[in-house]
T-cell receptor, first 115, second 110 residues
Framework: GAGVSQSPSNKVTEKGKDVELRCDPI?????LYWYRQRLGQGLEFLIY????????KSGLPSDRFSAERTGESVSTLTIQRTQQEDSAVYLC?????????????FGPGTRLLVL | SQKIEQNSEALNIQEGKTATLTCNYT??????LQWYRQDPGRGPVFLLL?????KEKRKERLKVTFDTTLKQSLFHITASQPADSATYLC?????????FGSGTKLNVKP
């Protein structure tokens, strides 16, 4: 079916506001991943889900970040009390089967700007 | 934790030549190592995956090697074309986390 989709594509918010980013993986993909990419830098792993479970949440930068996945489908990444340092592109990816054993298919990303 | 090192300097080569990109990692060897291509403003696109028991993997003009003794993977593009110009990322999985290198930018000049 269709590829990984993310919404919104762009988000501008004020410092201190909460934002919610959404990822719709490829249908049937059991693994889902979130990354952050600051301008001109590499991908920073945040969290991954196998089904609806996240084996390890220690990659999240702070307790202002949280993520959930329901129905082995859509996932949301929530950033509370946003800071300017949160400005980045947030990328979501999904893969078939067990994580790490196959290619990840990336969405176009959500570009977040915190003023 | 795991660290991945890719040459941060851009690699400039002439069309038709072979491009060779390097990915070095520290600590534990992963079961799988992956290579991706990223174009400006886009998400990475998967290219090749190599397992720890595989020395070499090929796909069309692409070749990846994996040396767990050296803790290194090499990525080759033969007969390079200007359309191959992009940033190439290596990635591996250890202990419930995924690690991506910062990428090497390849410029293929006509």
């Amino acid at each position: 079916g269709a590829g990984v989709s993310q919404s919104p594509s762009n988000k501008v918010t004020e410092k201190g506001k909460d934002v919610e980013l959404r990822c719709d993986p490829i249908s049937g993909h059991t693994a889902l991943y979130w990354y952050r990419q600051r301008l001109g830098q590499g991908l920073e792993f945040l969290i991954y889900f196998q089904g609806n479970s996240a084996p390890d949440k220690s990659g999240l930068p702070s307790d202002r970040f949280s993520a959930e996945r329901t129905g082995e489908s859509v996932s949301t990444l929530t950033i509370q009390r946003t800071q300017q340092e949160d400005s980045a592109v947030y990328l979501c990816a999904s893969s078939l089967g067990l994580a790490a054993q196959g290619p990840q298919y990336f969405g176009p990303g959500t570009r977040l700007l915190v003023l | 934790s795991q660290k991945i090192e890719q040459n941060s300097e851009a690699l400039n080569i002439q069309e038709g030549k072979t491009a060779t990109l390097t990915c070095n990692y520290t600590n534990y060897s992963p079961a799988y190592l992956q290579w991706y291509r990223q174009d400006p403003g886009r998400g990475p696109v998967f290219l090749l995956l190599i397992r720890e028991n595989e020395k070499e993997k090929r796909k069309e003009r692409l070749k990846v090697t994996f040396d767990t003794t050296l803790k290194q993977s090499l990525f080759h593009i033969t007969a390079s074309q200007p359309a191959d110009s992009a940033t190439y990322l290596c990635a591996l999985y250890n202990f419930n986390k995924f690690y991506f290198g910062s990428g090497t930018k390849l410029n293929v000049k006509p």
